[in-house]
């Protein structure tokens, strides 16, 4: 939604967990950023919230990838599909001792 | 979970050569008992102490997400997650963008990464404007139109350089571009720190605090007064004031209540857009039609009114009483009072690419229905809209939103 009228805080944890976790998989350096971000669209055929995770690195346009689910139920296996979209190649259980660090 | 408070924001932009590093300095040197961390681009010729200043450099990425295109700056979200590391040490962030910046993906950043989101909150976009230079650049370059569209608060600085008449202009044409900014001026960035920063530009109770007038709508006049008019004829004489000219419409059965005069207004809204009738000084007004006063000529100038029964009317008059004397005296030449008085916000001539509009709806509003308008509306014309402010009463919701 556009405008929303649930609190965004709440996913607080679970945004910085997405982050950490692709940062330690990836081994990504300082210069990277990831963003997540809950959203909705109002488009025909999208779930009613999203959870979009972007990487942005110096010059190279950034990928993005939307999960279908709020940020809370984001999961290993998410992620992985995340990485295996961007080009990276992380096993799952790897990703599920990342994510379950915390 | 204890939620520590979010810390405020401000961006400060400004062409080449505003001031916006003058006013930086006065912020950061002035007494204000705020510890203020400062991302800027590029180390300004002065320098800077007694602050945390971090130097980014521009990294501008375009992302699609939804429904929603927008550039964020992946600089200055790296820039911030670090400075969240060391929370302590500050309870405000400046960010000074480059002159040449569009200032749309630095605020944008504040709401496309959640984490952001929940620890700084933007209180408002500051832009210096070199009162000498401007009308150049505002021809030139994309950048600085853009500055202007977005700003809170504009300081229209450097006002020694230029004489009054042409600073009266410039102020008009800004107040067109953003309706919403609060105009300031200041000769070398000298405007005090309360008020710029804490701006709570997002804030209704605070906008509304410093702007009464901010949710009126426009009106093409700025005055009415209410007389009552016994049967015959009555002269109402004017001074020599601002204009060579006036228009006026007078409205017979007026009532005196805030809803009697707005019903006036929007009535006299229709009449306004009507070509107007010219009134030489000596001749009649008619009542009802929208009628342009001459006032050329030196010296008090008279005009008549004339009614056939007793009845009150409303003046809804292009400028205000005060600036040209209005008197209204009966055929014994008895002056006639106002019983009321109501000032209106003066609507602009619009000449610039760029402008503001304002939508004012009495009740709640359906917030699927809202949804779905605003979906449409960035879908089919977003890239034509700068920014976006409102204050929405949501049916079902105590809250307000901004």
């Given at each position: 939604m556009l405008i929303n009228t649930s609190p965004r805080r709440a996913n607080l944890a679970s945004v910085r967990r997405i982050k950490d976790a692709l940062f330690a998989a990836l081994s990504l350096p300082d210069a990277t950023t990831v963003t997540v971000t809950k959203l909705a669209c109002l488009?025909?055929?999208?779930?009613?919230v999203e959870t979009v995770v972007a990487l942005l690195r110096p010059d190279v346009p950034p990928p993005q990838h939307k999960l279908h689910k709020p940020i809370d139920d984001v999961d290993a296996e998410d992620l992985r599909r995340i990485c295996q979209v961007w080009g990276y190649d992380v096993q799952t259980p790897t990703l599920v001792s990342l994510f379950q660090e915390d | 979970m204890d939620t520590p408070q979010k810390i405020p924001v401000s961006i400060l932009t400004g062409f080449l050569g505003s001031g916006k590093t003058t006013l930086l300095n006065r912020i950061l040197s002035e007494e204000h008992g705020k510890r203020i961390a400062v991302i800027e681009n590029e180390y300004g010729e002065v320098g800077i102490d007694q602050a945390l200043v971090i130097d980014a450099d521009e990294e501008i990425f375009e992302m699609s997400n939804g429904c929603i295109c927008c550039t964020v700056r992946g600089d200055l979200i790296r820039v911030l997650g670090n400075l969240m590391k060391r929370?302590?040490?500050?309870d405000y962030v400046l960010v000074e963008t480059t002159?040449?910046?569009?200032p749309g993906p630095v605020a944008q950043t504040f709401f496309m990464d959640d984490e952001i989101r929940a620890e700084f909150s933007l209180d408002g976009i500051v832009t210096l404007v070199d009162a000498a230079h401007i009308e150049q650049q505002l021809g030139r370059s994309k950048e600085s139109t853009e500055q202007i569209a977005f700003a809170d608060v504009l300081v229209l600085n450097?006002?020694?350089?230029?004489?009054g008449e042409a600073l009266d202009r410039l102020e008009a044409r800004l107040r067109d571009m953003n309706r919403m900014a609060q105009v300031m001026r200041s000769e070398r960035a000298n405007v005090s720190v309360d008020r710029v920063l804490n701006?709570?530009?997002?804030d209704l109770d605070q906008v509304l605090n410093r702007r009464?007038?901010?949710l009126e709508p426009e009106y093409p006049f700025e005055w009415t007064g209410v007389y009552t008019l016994d049967i015959g004829r009555h002269e109402l004489s004017l001074a020599d004031g601002p204009d060579p000219a006036m228009s006026l419409v007078v409205v017979s059965d007026?009532?005196?209540d805030d809803a009697a005069l707005r019903e006036g207004a929007e009535w006299c809204v229709r009449r306004y857009a009507e070509p107007a009738d010219i009134a030489r000084p000596g001749e009649m007004i008619p009542i009802g039609k929208h009628v342009n006063l001459q006032l050329d000529s030196p010296g008090r100038k008279s005009f008549f009114l004339e009614v056939d029964t007793q009845v009150r009317v409303g003046l809804y008059a292009q400028h205000t009483a005060e600036e040209f004397d209005f008197q209204l005296t009966n055929a014994k030449g008895t002056t006639i009072r106002q019983e009321v008085e109501r000032t209106w916000v003066a609507q602009h001539e619009h000449d610039d690419e760029v402008g503001s509009i304002a939508i004012e709806r009495a009740g709640d509003v359906d917030p699927d229905r809202l949804n779905a308008w605003l979906g449409e509306l960035l879908r089919e014309r977003g890239v034509d809209i700068f920014r976006m402010k409102g204050f929405v009463s949501l049916a079902g919701e105590s809250r307000r939103f901004v």
């Open positions: 488009e025909e055929g999208c779930a009613p | 929370r302590d040490k500050f002159g040449l910046a569009d450097k006002t020694d350089l230029v004489d701006l709570g530009a997002f009464p007038t901010f007026q009532g005196t």
